[in-house]
């Protein structure tokens, strides 16, 4: 189950940092602004680096059976969440390339700090089986959701 629940962690961190980014495909997308399609790129990424914080902690917060049955719920939730962002994600497309290495600039420290505590509260939740049992379908279902929230990145047509 440790190893289960650890592919799905890990899973779950790649769509985000993936999707979040963007595969840029060269041509530069035009960011049209809040009003006309929910959101910013910059926006998007800070919702979604929020987010993945409330998903460590829901992890982190799951010590026994009783709080696993309560993190069951808080991560249905939580990728509800993810999948109304990654819709506003979606209307904006990705962003130019340009952009894109704005947005990783000024957003991979946080990430990465979320990272970390995404990766400790796995290591915690792995060492406990009563509470990874219960989270793995959990866990699963919201890799899930995260998955088919995220945009995908455009495919260069040929030259």
Do not use: W
């Amino acid at each position: 189950m440790r190893n289960a629940t650890i592919a799905v962690l890990t899973v779950a961190l790649a769509v985000l940092v993936g999707g979040c980014s963007g595969g840029s495909s060269g041509k530069p997308k035009e960011d049209k602004g809040e009003q006309s399609t929910g959101g910013t790129h910059d926006a998007v990424m800070t919702e979604m680096t929020g987010l993945m914080n409330e998903y460590a902690d829901i992890l982190a917060k799951a010590k026994d059976k009783a709080s696993a049955e309560k993190a069951k719920d808080d991560l249905k939730a939580l990728g509800d969440k993810f999948q109304s962002v990654g819709e506003r994600a979606k209307k904006l497309g990705e962003p130019g390339k340009d952009q894109q290495e704005a947005l990783m600039k000024k957003h991979m420290p946080e990430m990465e700090k979320v990272q970390k505590r995404l990766n400790e509260a796995v290591q915690k939740l792995a060492k406990n089986p009563e509470v990874a049992v219960v989270l793995g379908p959990a866990l699963q279902e919201f890799a899930k959701k995260m998955a088919e929230a995220m945009p995908k990145p455009e495919k260069k047509k040929g030259p």
